[in-house]
């Protein structure tokens, strides 16, 4: 079955830190990719996306992605964390081309940026 | 002010009791959907529309019903037949043609 995972539940950084999430998907044709953001108290926002040509992506507050196709991987990265950072980051998938066909959300990942 | 707006912030069900849950937005977008999120869970589809009138059942549908009779608006009911309701429900939209979707707030349904 197509699935997106994250493989950490929590992660716990202290300011100036640098971060890394991890999302796998199992899929083996085209795939659209995302990172979306849940700070505290506040509604889900898109952090950035990949559909085509540079796979590394560059995203909102200073947030980058990179897309490796052999791994399957959509990693979340950010050289130094800061407090503000501190929300669940959820990695979404949607596998085949064209528009059609829904996102596939991983379980996605709280991080806890201590000051 | 464009966006998504979801009603009410906090719901109590009791027993037995449908509810329903509001969606709108003012975006012009054709397609919307409904997800709910559990802790250590995600996000899992319940419902989606691509557009008016019509509407296809996500991985969880069962023990919701959703109508789609304006483009704005995207109600879901939660019906007695759901034994597990207690969750925080997201609704989405997007272009028809984009993939790229638009959270609301959330509304957090509680069981009394």
Same mark, same amino acid.
């Given at each position: 079955?197509?699935?997106? %995972? ?7 950084? %202290?300011?100036?830190?640098s971060?890394?999430? &991890?999302?796998? #998907?199992? !899929?083996?044709?085209?795939v659209?990719?995302?990172? !979306?953001?849940?700070?505290p ?9 990949? *559909? +085509? &040509?540079?796979?590394l ?6 947030f980058e992605?990179?897309f490796? @196709? %052999? @791994?399957f991987? *959509? ?15 959820f ?5 085949? &081309?064209? +528009? ?9 990942t709280?991080l %806890?940026?201590k000051? | ?25 003012n ?8 997800y ?5 869970? &995600?996000?899992?589809?319940? !419902? ?7 509407f296809q059942?996500g991985?969880?549908?069962?023990? #919701?019903?959703? +109508?789609?009779?304006?483009?704005e +608006?995207?109600?879901l009911t939660?019906?007695?037949a ?6 925080f !429900?997201?609704?989405?939209s ?7 979707? #638009? ?8 069981v009394?």
């Amino acid at each position: 079955a197509q699935s997106v %995972s994250q493989h950490n539940h929590h992660v716990i950084l %202290s300011e100036a830190a640098s971060l890394e999430l &991890g999302c796998n #998907y199992s !899929y083996g044709g085209t795939v659209n990719l995302f990172w !979306y953001v849940q700070y505290p108290g506040q509604h889900l926002q898109l952090l950035l996306k990949y *559909f +085509s &040509g540079d796979p590394l992506v560059k995203g909102i507050k200073g947030f980058e992605a990179e897309f490796i @196709k %052999s @791994k399957f991987s *959509f990693n979340l990265r950010k050289p130094s964390v800061q407090w503000s950072d501190t929300a669940e980051y959820f990695c979404a998938v949607k596998m085949g &081309g064209g +528009s059609q066909g829904n996102l596939i959300f991983g379980k996605g990942t709280k991080l %806890s940026v201590k000051p | 002010d464009g966006g998504i707006t979801q009603s009410p912030k906090y719901l109590f069900r009791k027993e037995g009791q449908n509810v329903t849950l509001s969606c709108e937005q003012n975006l012009n977008h054709d397609a919307m959907y409904w997800y709910r999120q559990d802790p250590g869970q &995600g996000l899992r589809l319940i !419902y989606y529309s691509q557009i008016v009138n019509d509407f296809q059942k996500g991985d969880i549908a069962e023990g #919701y019903s959703v +109508s789609r009779e304006k483009k704005e +608006s995207f109600p879901l009911t939660v019906t007695s037949a759901q034994k597990n309701p207690t969750a925080f !429900y997201l609704c989405a939209s997007s272009t028809r043609t984009a993939v790229t979707q #638009y959270f609301g707030p959330g509304t957090r349904l509680l069981v009394l």
